[in-house]
């Protein structure tokens, strides 16, 4: 069964340096999220993204986060100048177009531990 | 904003009990409640799910109901197994798969043989 897959499985930074972390999602799917969840909390999200462009973002989705697709597989989420507070694991997910439902199903990734130093 | 709160945080039972996990909404826009199930290091997968056009669903032995009046919805596990221990979310949406899902703060169910 095709999954969404991330890199790196674990991501340690200092403080005030940039981070990339990437994903591919399901082959067919041509929506993307990313969310986060902090230790013992729960998932937050951060962004949606569909025909190359955000649709949606949260508060959390400040200037110092951005999301690209720079081709045809892979879909990244980059952190200019990361704060402490940015320590969280990272899930990047995938749905299917619309097209073919009105409710598809987000398939979740891994996930990216990134931890701030 | 839609706003998701889920109780009980922790729940523990003893194999073969039955345990319901139970969550509000506050968006009387959302139409889509997908359930995830989270263990402890991997990542959230679905389980099951339900859309606003019913009021219950079952697969096996997890069931779902929602009360749209209410604005609540809950998960139900029957004959609890201790596979079933893991964190449980519930969650929100407005437009179903491709819109922001809304997380609950998950329970951690813990099932002892």
């Known amino acids: 069964e095709p999954e969404v897959t991330q890199t790196p499985s674990h991501q340690v930074t200092q403080m005030g340096q940039e981070v990339i972390l990437r994903c591919v999602p399901i082959?067919?799917?041509?929506?993307f999220y990313w969310y986060r969840q902090i230790l013992g909390q729960k998932v937050e999200f951060l962004v949606s993204f569909y025909n190359n462009e955000i649709s949606e973002k949260s508060e959390i989705f400040d200037d110092q986060f951005s999301v690209e697709r720079p081709d045809g597989s892979n879909f990244t989420l980059k952190i200019r100048s990361t704060k402490l507070e940015d320590s969280a694991m990272y899930f990047c997910?995938?749905?299917?177009?619309?097209?073919?439902?009105?409710?598809?199903?987000?398939?979740f990734g891994p996930g990216t531990r990134l931890t701030v130093l | 904003g839609e706003n998701v709160e889920q109780h009980p945080s922790t729940l523990s039972v003893q194999e073969g009990d039955s345990a319901v996990i139970k969550c509000t909404y506050s968006d009387s826009a959302s139409n889509y409640f997908p359930w995830y199930k989270q263990e402890l290091g991997k990542r959230p997968q679905l389980i099951i799910d339900?859309?606003?056009?019913?009021g219950e669903k079952k697969d096996q032995r997890i069931a779902v109901t929602l009360n749209k009046t209410a604005k609540h919805f809950s998960l139900h596990i029957t004959e609890t197994q201790p596979e079933d221990s893991a964190v449980y979310f519930c969650a929100a949406s407005p437009s179903g798969g491709y819109s922001t899902l809304t997380f609950g703060k998950g329970t951690m169910l813990l099932v002892s043989p």
């Open positions: 082959s067919n799917h041509l929506y």
């Open positions: 997910a995938s749905s299917e177009s619309f097209r073919t439902s009105s409710y598809n199903e987000q398939f």
């Open positions: 339900i859309r606003s056009n019913v």
